[in-house]
C-alpha cells in the first residue's frame, strides 16, 4: 500500500517529489509565529505602484513599491492599530482598514470597532475616514467599509449607521471627501438595511433590506431616480448572497448554495424587474468559492475552490493571460491579488514547495512576470514541508480530502511511524488547501507530518457535502477527523503512539471532541479558541444578536436546536465530557475575542480541573479570534511547540 499512497500523494496534483533525505534549516519559531513580513497587496489602478504592509525593523509600515523604477518606500507606521486591509482608492489615495476591540459606556458589551483611513501620496497626510461626520452612530462595527468609488477623484462611497444614542440608528449611504475625511448623507436607508451597491456616478444600483422579526428580504434600486422594489421574499435567513453588479450594469449578480443539476454552488443573475437566470459559470467539480469586482462591485470573474484555487474572468484575453501563469507552474497555487484599471498588470500570490509566499507582477504588455517580495523573506525553500492534496474512505464510505504537509527534508520512500499531528480547520464552514499554513509548516519543519481533513461540512466540495455535516459536530464530522489518522495509520506513516490534535475556533472544539470521544488516539490536545459548551453558544449568539435573528437559524440546522435537541448537545459538548479525557489539554484563548468569548475556554479549563485532568491555560492579553498581533502568535506557537514536543516529540523520547 505504500506505493500507491505515494503514487497518489504525487498524482493528485501532478507534483513532483525529491524522495531523498536532504539537509533541512530550520528558522526560528519566530519566523513562522510572527505575522507574514509582506501582506495586503494591492496594486493602484494605473499599475504604477504596488501598495502593502512590510514588517520593517520590528514595525508594521504601509509599504510602496514602484513598478517602473522598481524601488520600495516605506510611508507609514502603523505599527498601533490592527490592520485589516490596503487599497488603493485611486492612483493618489491609499485606504488603511484597521480594527479594535471597543467598550463603549451606555452600550452592552464590547465589539469589534472598525475603521478607515486615507492617505494622500502627495500630500502625506493621513484622514480617518468619517471621524467629524455629523449624526454617526457611536458604537458600530463595520465602519471602514467601502462600497463604490466615484468619477470625482478623491471621493468614495461608505455605508454607516447615522442617529445619536437616543435613537433607533439607520445604516445609511455616505459620500465621503478623503481630503478632509468628512461625509455626506448621500442616501438613506433604514434599520433594516444591510448593504449598498453604486455605480461611480453615484446610481444606487441596489439597496439590500432584511427584518429579523418577519424574515422579510427586499431589494431595492433607484436606477431611474426614485426607490423602486426589485425582489422581495419571506425566508428565515438571508436567501441568497448579493455580491456584485453585472458588468454592463443590466442587473446583479447573486449567489446560491447550489445548482440543482451540478450540487456545487452557482451564480445567478437578476435583472431589475426582479427576473433571475443562470449566469452559466456552475462546474461540476468545484463550488464558485469567490468572485472578482472592482472598486464598485462590478464583476470581473470567479474563482474555482479545489486543493489550488482555477479561475474564470470575463475578458477573454485576461483569462487567457491568468491561465497562462497557472500552466507555467503547474506544481505551485497561485492566487490573483489585484490589477490595474486596463488589466496590462496583474498581481499574485504564489504558494509552492519553493516559496512559503511570493508576490509576483505579471505585466502584460511585455510578458514579463517580477518578484516584488516573499511574504516570508526569513524561511528558505529547504525548510518547507510539501503540502499535497490526498483523500480516503470514511466509515461510512464517504470521500473525506485532505491535505498531508510531509516534514521537511523527509525520504518519502522509506518514511514510517512518523509523529502525528492532526490540525481540523475552522469554519466549519470552510477547508483546508495548499499553501502556506504557519502552523502546519512549523511542525513540518520540526519532522512532524501534518494531517489537516476536509470532514463533512466543509466548503468547497458541493452542497451535499456540507449539509451532511449538518447536526454532526462531534458525531460523524468527528468520524470523519479519526477515519484519516486511522489511514496513515495502517499505511505505516504515522506512529500510533504518537499523535496530537491540533485546532483553532471549530478546528478546537474537533480538538476537545477528539480528546473526549476518542481518548486513546491522541497523546495531546491543543484547542485555540474552541467552542466548548454548545447550549452555552447558542444562548449567547441569542443574547448578542437577539431572539429573531437568522443567524440563530443558521446555528440551530448546523448544530441543533437547544430546546429541541437539548440532551443531544449536552452530549457532543466536550466541556460535559471531561471525566473521559486521557490526554493532557492546552487551551489557548485571546482575551478580546469577539467571536468565540473565552469564556468557552473557562468553561472548558474548570470541567477539566474538577475532573482532575491535565490542563494548561494560555489567556493571551489583547489577542482577537484570528490571532492578528504577531507577538502573541508567537507566544501562543511556543506553548503548542513545547507541548507538542513533550508529549511526542523527542522531549518525550
Same mark, same amino acid.
Given at each position: ?31 513562522? &509565529? ?12 494605473? &499599475? ?24 520600495? #518606500? ?62 454617526? !452612530? ?5 465602519? /471602514? ?54 455605480? #461611480? ?8 433590506? !432584511? ?8 431589494? !431595492? ?6 426607490? *423602486? ?33 451540478? /450540487? ?16 452559466? =459559470? ?9 468572485? !472578482? ?23 477573454? *484575453? ?66 518547507? $514541508? ?11 464510505? =464517504? ?68 449539509? =451532511? ?51 486513546? =488516539? ?56 471531561? *471525566? ?31 475532573? &482532575? ?5 494560555? *489567556? ?28 511526542? $516529540?523527542?522531549?518525550?523520547?
Amino acid at each position: 500500500m505504500r506505493v500507491f499512497v505515494l503514487a497518489v500523494l504525487a498524482a493528485w496534483l501532478g507534483l513532483g517529489f525529491n524522495t531523498a533525505s536532504a539537509e533541512v534549516t530550520h528558522p526560528p519559531l519566530e519566523a513562522y &509565529g510572527d505575522l507574514p513580513s509582506i501582506r495586503y497587496m494591492d496594486i493602484s489602478p494605473d &499599475g504604477s505602484k504596488v501598495a502593502y504592509v512590510q514588517r520593517h525593523e520590528g514595525a508594521d509600515y504601509v509599504a510602496l513599491f514602484d513598478t517602473v523604477t522598481k524601488e520600495r #518606500t516605506y510611508l507609514l507606521n502603523i505599527d498601533e492599530v490592527e490592520t485589516r486591509g490596503v487599497f488603493f482608492a485611486d492612483s493618489e489615495n491609499i485606504i488603511i482598514r484597521a480594527s479594535d476591540t471597543k467598550f463603549v459606556p451606555g452600550y452592552r458589551g464590547e465589539f469589534l470597532y472598525s475603521g478607515a483611513y486615507g492617505y494622500n501620496l502627495k500630500t502625506k497626510k493621513l484622514k480617518f475616514l468619517l471621524r467629524g461626520t455629523d449624526n454617526i !452612530y457611536p458604537a458600530q462595527g463595520g465602519l /471602514g467599509k467601502i462600497v463604490g468609488h466615484d468619477d470625482e477623484s478623491g471621493y468614495i462611497f461608505m455605508p454607516a449607521w447615522m442617529g445619536d444614542r437616543y435613537s433607533d440608528p439607520n445604516y445609511s449611504l455616505l459620500r465621503v471627501n478623503m481630503k478632509t475625511g468628512k461625509g455626506r448623507r448621500f442616501k438613506s436607508g433604514n434599520g433594516d438595511t444591510i448593504d449598498w451597491f453604486v455605480d #461611480t456616478d453615484g446610481t444606487v444600483l441596489a439597496r439590500e433590506d !432584511y427584518n429579523n422579526q418577519y424574515d422579510a428580504y427586499k431589494i !431595492y434600486t433607484y436606477i431611474n431616480g426614485n426607490r *423602486e422594489l426589485v425582489y422581495e421574499a419571506e425566508s428565515p435567513r438571508i436567501p441568497f448572497s448579493l455580491i456584485g453588479v453585472k458588468p454592463d450594469r443590466s442587473g446583479l449578480i447573486i449567489m446560491d448554495d447550489t445548482d440543482s443539476e451540478t /450540487g456545487f454552488n452557482e451564480l445567478y443573475e437578476m435583472d431589475f424587474s426582479g427576473n433571475i437566470t443562470s449566469a452559466n =459559470l456552475e462546474r461540476d467539480d468545484a463550488d464558485i468559492q469567490g468572485v !472578482y469586482t472592482d472598486g464598485n462591485r462590478f464583476m470581473v470573474g470567479v474563482r474555482y475552490s479545489g486543493a489550488v484555487p482555477a479561475y474564470k474572468f470575463f475578458d477573454s *484575453e485576461v483569462d487567457a493571460a491568468v491561465a497562462e501563469v497557472v500552466a507555467r507552474f503547474p506544481n505551485a497555487a497561485i492566487h490573483v491579488d489585484s490589477w490595474s484599471d486596463d488589466w496590462t498588470k496583474i498581481l499574485y500570490r504564489f504558494y509552492a514547495s519553493d516559496t512559503p509566499g511570493s508576490l509576483v507582477l505579471q505585466d502584460r504588455t511585455t510578458g514579463s512576470l517580477t518578484l516584488i517580495a516573499d511574504t516570508r523573506d526569513n524561511i528558505p525553500p529547504d525548510a518547507l $514541508g510539501q503540502a499535497v492534496a490526498v483523500s480516503y474512505v470514511a466509515r461510512d464510505g =464517504l470521500k473525506i480530502p485532505a491535505i498531508v504537509t510531509w516534514p521537511a527534508g523527509v525520504d518519502l520512500a522509506s518514511a514510517n511511524n512518523l509523529p502525528l499531528i492532526v490540525m481540523p480547520h475552522g469554519g466549519p464552514a470552510s477547508y483546508s488547501g495548499v499553501g502556506f499554513h504557519w502552523r502546519a509548516q512549523y511542525f513540518a519543519n520540526r519532522g512532524y507530518l501534518v494531517l489537516q481533513p476536509n470532514f463533512r461540512g466543509s466548503t468547497g466540495y458541493g452542497n451535499e457535502f456540507e449539509e =451532511l455535516g449538518h447536526g454532526e459536530w462531534g458525531l460523524k464530522m468527528q468520524d470523519d477527523v479519526t477515519g484519516g489518522v486511522n489511514m496513515l495509520v495502517k499505511e505505516g506513516l504515522a506512529d500510533p503512539d504518537r499523535v496530537c490534535i491540533v485546532g483553532a475556533s471549530y478546528g478546537g472544539y474537533s480538538a476537545l471532541a477528539g480528546g473526549a470521544y476518542t481518548p486513546d =488516539l491522541y497523546k495531546c490536545v491543543v484547542a485555540i479558541a474552541p467552542v466548548t459548551d454548545l447550549r452555552r453558544m447558542l444562548s449567547d449568539e441569542r443574547w448578542d444578536l437577539g431572539k429573531n435573528h437568522w443567524v440563530l437559524d443558521y446555528w440551530h440546522e448546523v448544530i441543533g436546536d437547544p430546546q429541541a435537541e437539548r440532551e443531544k448537545l449536552d452530549a457532543i459538548s466536550p466541556a460535559n465530557a471531561a *471525566e473521559n479525557f486521557t490526554a493532557p489539554v492546552l487551551l489557548i484563548h485571546g482575551k478580546d475575542d469577539l467571536v468565540v468569548p473565552i469564556k468557552q475556554s473557562r468553561i472548558m479549563e474548570g470541567a477539566l480541573k474538577k475532573a &482532575g485532568k491535565s490542563v494548561t491555560f494560555i *489567556e493571551l492579553k489583547g489577542e482577537d479570534h484570528w490571532m492578528s498581533d504577531g507577538d502573541t502568535r508567537i507566544e501562543a506557537l511556543g506553548a503548542m511547540a513545547s507541548f507538542v514536543d513533550q508529549h511526542i $516529540g523527542a522531549e518525550a523520547e
